[in-house]
């Protein structure tokens, strides 16, 4: 059985859409199929706190990709001094071994100081204000 094809256009403000034929041909794909679209989901994000102001993305991924693949390493850098912010992101494929990571990495040291990590949390909305797309009203 071949892959159904793509239904795309592009919308009124440019964003593309999927049309409804591919929806319906999705709900109805082999079973085999589902299970391997499953494992793309199953990638976890991890917030990793406390770094040493001297540890670079590279130095990050290394520490996570003892545990397996490594798809980001981030350090989040203050975009006024251009240095470090003290934490970072890992976004590991997959999701047991990004588990692991975080149980064996959590207060161990790098670079001197015991990092802190976690699985990251959705950002929540700091501002006082609604979203510019509910004020348009």
């Not at 256009?9 to 999927?18: E, K, M, P, R, V």
């Not at 319906?24 to 085999?32: A, F, N, Q, S």
């Not at 670079?56 to 240095?83: H, M, Y």
């Not at 204000?129 to 009203?137: Q, T």
Request: proline share 7%; hydrophobic share 35%.
């Amino acid at each position: 059985m071949a892959l159904p094809t793509i239904g795309l256009h592009q919308g009124a403000d440019h964003q593309l859409l999927i049309s409804v034929p591919l929806v319906e041909r999705l709900m109805h794909i082999p079973r085999e199929w589902h299970d391997g679209l499953y494992g793309c989901f199953s990638m976890i994000n991890i917030y990793v706190g406390n770094l040493s102001y001297q540890v670079n993305n590279d130095e990050l991924r290394q520490a996570f990709e003892q545990f397996g693949e490594v798809s980001f390493a981030n350090v989040v850098i203050d975009k006024a001094t251009g240095r470090s912010k003290g934490f970072g992101f890992v976004e590991m494929p997959d999701r047991a071994a990004g588990e692991e990571a975080i149980k064996q990495l959590n207060e161990q040291p790098l670079k001197g100081r015991n990092v802190r990590v976690n699985e990251a949390r959705p950002r929540e909305n700091q501002s006082p204000f609604p979203p510019r797309s509910a004020r348009r009203d």
